[in-house]
């Protein structure tokens, strides 16, 4: 089993940057695909970036050349900085560990 704890959220204006974490338990976290997903009010969740244990990675269009995905196998921990924050950018923003395992999710708002 893996636990996921998100943290980073928070208020940002329009054209800002802020960086997520999500910190992972277990010791096989270098072997997961980790991946972010956010959720806007009455949408769908989306894949935003996803990061495979070998370090590739893979966006959603509308982050690409926005956000970058990282992760630090020693530390247990992925992150996700994201720069020229835009208002639809306003989500909840989840962790996702393999295929099973989500974080309860950390708020980010994009507004002035």
């Known amino acids: 089993q893996v636990q996921l704890v998100e943290s980073g959220g928070g208020l940002v204006q329009p054209g800002g940057s802020r960086r997520l974490s999500c910190a992972a338990s277990?010791?096989?976290?270098?072997?997961?695909?980790m991946g972010w997903y956010r959720q806007a009010p009455g949408k769908q969740r989306e894949l935003v970036a996803e990061?495979?244990?070998?370090?590739?990675?893979n966006y959603a269009d509308s982050v690409k050349g926005r956000f970058t995905i990282s992760r630090d196998n020693a530390k247990n921990t992925v992150y996700l900085q994201m720069n020229s924050l835009k208002p639809e950018d306003t989500a909840v923003y989840y962790c996702?560990?393999?295929?099973?395992?989500w974080g309860q999710g950390t708020q980010v708002t994009v507004s002035s």
């Open positions: 277990g010791s096989l976290f270098s072997a997961y695909t």
């Open positions: 990061i495979t244990g070998g370090g590739s990675t």
């Open positions: 996702k560990a393999g295929t099973r395992w």
